[in-house]
């Protein structure tokens, strides 16, 4: 008679034989995994984030390659020789100091969800998330740097559900104040009202904006009593209410204001890089063309907006009365700005001890 007795080790069975001799033998193969099907399920979506890559990527290069056909590639050769350094170099230290503020930014509305807890987290962790999101933001999906912000605060110490939400206001509410922002400039910056056919389509766009913004505050009270059905929409109220504190309680003037200084050096980048490469672009012109090349790159169609943006500076600028060399150059030399701004997180990623996937062993080693 064989009895069989179960062990820790799946792979594994006790079987007892008639001569009284006990032994381990493997689990018949045949058996069913209860895992089979989660791990079959698991092997089919893995491809799916490789392949919005290459999809991105793809229309990255297709962006880039479709406007440097509008661009004599002599003359704009001629113009990278002789770009001037200094306002490069002025308009990096400005990205930097953005970087800087907008970690301290994200921190308050952290401290705003969760002052208790939130408060008790230096601004390291912060500071040192924010810029692996931005480097990572380079060459991968906002989303991907956003994430890898909530898990490294989240790590140090900020609840979970924080973390989350802290990351998505914050990503949120600055959208937000880019169509605040760049709607005046529309409304009153000659170079977009002299592009003719786009200007209508660019002035819809952001009442649209607005005008959803502001629906979605106002149905937050029928949202939170369908939040008692719905899990998702409860949630989704919560954070809603949550905007809406940050930015209209006590601390809403600051919190505004940061956001507001923030785009504002975006602009100063702008418009300082224009000035270095001799175009007739004032700041009105600019507040309106930085935020809506910002929003448009936001949109999840390519690699860190890259391709999106050159195509939008481009067509707009070219509708302005400029030259496409002038406009390429442009855009390529705001792109590589924040790049360069952002590449101290690398050296953030090799040191520190605690980045996300470092084994823990390694670690370990680390701090002996």
Request: glycine share 6%.
């Amino acid at each position: 008679m064989i009895r069989q007795a179960e062990f820790g080790n799946a792979s594994q069975r006790c079987v007892t034989r008639r001569d009284g001799d006990t032994v381990l033998s493997p689990t018949d193969s045949h058996q069913p995994n209860a895992t089979e099907p989660l791990s079959a399920k698991h092997n089919s979506w893995k491809w799916i984030k490789p392949l919005l890559i290459a999809a991105k990527a793809a229309v990255t290069l297709l962006a880039l390659l479709l406007v440097s056909r509008l661009v004599d590639h002599g003359t704009f050769v001629k113009q990278l020789i002789e770009i001037n350094p200094a306002p490069v170099v002025m308009a990096i230290l400005i990205a930097i100091a953005q970087i800087f503020l907008a970690a301290y930014r994200w921190r308050l509305v952290a401290q705003i969800l969760d002052g208790r807890h939130a408060q008790a987290v230096k601004a390291a962790p912060f500071l040192s998330s924010f810029y692996l999101a931005q480097l990572l933001g380079q060459v991968m999906p906002f989303v991907a740097g956003d994430a890898l912000r909530a898990f490294i605060v989240h790590r140090a110490g900020v609840r979970l559900r924080i973390s989350v939400e802290s990351v998505v206001l914050d990503r949120a509410i600055a959208l937000l104040i880019l169509f605040i922002i760049a709607l005046p400039g529309v409304l009153f910056s000659p170079l977009v009202r002299d592009t003719k056919g786009l200007y209508l389509p660019i002035l819809l766009f952001l009442l649209a904006g607005l005008t959803g913004a502001a629906g979605i505050f106002i149905v937050t009270g029928p949202l939170v009593r369908l939040g008692a059905r719905w899990r998702f929409v409860s949630t989704l109220s919560e954070m809603i209410l949550d905007a809406r504190r940050i930015m209209l309680g006590r601390s809403g003037l600051q919190v505004v204001g940061l956001y507001v200084i923030g785009h504002a050096c975006s602009i100063i980048v702008f418009w300082i890089l224009a000035r270095g490469q001799n175009l007739a672009l004032d700041l009105i012109d600019a507040a309106v063309i930085m935020p809506l090349t910002v929003l448009v790159s936001s949109i999840p169609i390519a690699i860190a907006g890259w391709g999106v943006r050159e195509s939008f500076l481009v067509t707009l600028l070219l509708a302005a009365g400029f030259k496409a060399e002038n406009a390429l150059m442009l855009s390529l030399s705001i792109g590589s700005v924040f790049l360069i701004a952002s590449l101290p997180g690398a050296a953030i990623w090799l040191l520190s001890d605690e980045r996300p996937f470092r084994n823990p062993r390694q670690r370990a080693q680390r701090r002996l």
